[in-house]
């Protein structure tokens, strides 16, 4: 399949047609994901506590981010790759963003990053990566590089001013030059008003029916990252109890030697070379 690009988004927007955007981060997974047709692969910095066991994203490096996307990228070089730009990698200045988005696109392989927050200040950073020649995709609502001032993972535009703000926030990032916005956990009346005011691909997690199209992690939708649950995930599969059901009778039949079966899990020699072995093995004295 042809990878998709920026016109096939507005295409599929203008037609109706709902994006597919998943995560990946491995090789594995990745193939699996490009196997099943998604429109849209997000290496998140959610890789933290998904893959690295960190409590938040917070941790997550800029080298951990491009070492990942390498891998994602092996695995779907037919798919539209996003990378997350990681906690302190684009919030200090525009000439700081601009070179790690660099970085993601040239050494990641990405076809976009992502950076998370509104306001004058990333509305800026989004600018000055956008005329950099690199696309980039806001992310509003709930941002949990921001989850201290955010109060923690809690929905946001809740009440009728927050939900204002949000809507604002999506257009001023639309102006800055995102080729599309991520909005997480909001209510779906928020999810609406900012798709219904919109140019560009909105996306949702978490934020109603009503957006161009839909983004889950993946280790959460097949039951896989078993931590916690987000309300706001529909559950596919559970490869969590299933892998744990394996990796159990795997550990009982080595403790029963029941695995592995010779003849059956082995490999064969000619009864002369056996022969012949044993022998050797004899006359050396071994």
């Not at 392989?109 to 800026?124: H, I, N, P, T």
């Not at 923690?152 to 102006?175: D, F, P, W």
């Not at 030697?257 to 022969?275: A, L, Q, R």
């Amino acid at each position: 399949m042809a990878k998709k690009t920026i016109h096939d988004f507005h295409k599929m927007v203008a037609e109706g047609e709902k994006i597919t955007y998943l995560t990946a981060y491995d090789y594995l997974t990745a193939k699996m994901v490009e196997k099943a047709g998604m429109d849209m692969i997000l290496v998140g910095d959610s890789l933290g506590m998904v893959e690295l066991g960190y409590e938040t994203t917070l941790p997550v490096t800029l080298e951990d981010m491009i070492r990942h996307c390498q891998a994602v990228r092996r695995g779907a070089p037919n798919t539209f790759i996003v990378g997350d730009m990681t906690y302190m990698s684009y919030q200090v200045s525009d000439e700081q963003a601009v070179e790690s988005a660099g970085r993601m696109i040239k050494e990641g392989w990405c076809d976009a990053v992502k950076l998370e927050g509104g306001g004058e200040r990333m509305a800026s950073r989004i600018k000055a990566i956008n005329e950099s020649g690199i696309l980039v995709m806001g992310h509003i609502g709930l941002t949990p590089q921001s989850m201290g001032q955010q109060g923690g993972y809690k929905a946001q535009g809740r009440n009728s001013q927050a939900a204002v703000n949000i809507v604002k926030e999506a257009k001023r990032l639309e102006e800055a030059g995102a080729f599309s916005i991520l909005v997480e956990a909001v209510p779906s009346a928020v999810g609406k008003a900012i798709t219904d005011r919109a140019n560009i691909p909105i996306l949702g997690i978490g934020a109603g029916p009503y957006t161009h199209g839909q983004l889950l992690i993946f280790a959460d939708m097949i039951g896989l990252f078993d931590n916690f649950t987000p309300k706001f995930v529909r559950q596919y599969a559970n490869v969590n109890e299933i892998i744990t059901n394996a990796f159990k009778q795997y550990y009982q039949e080595v403790k029963e030697n029941k695995f592995p079966i010779d003849g059956e899990h082995t490999y064969k020699m000619k009864e002369e070379e056996v022969n012949e072995f044993l022998d050797l093995l004899e006359k050396q004295g071994i």
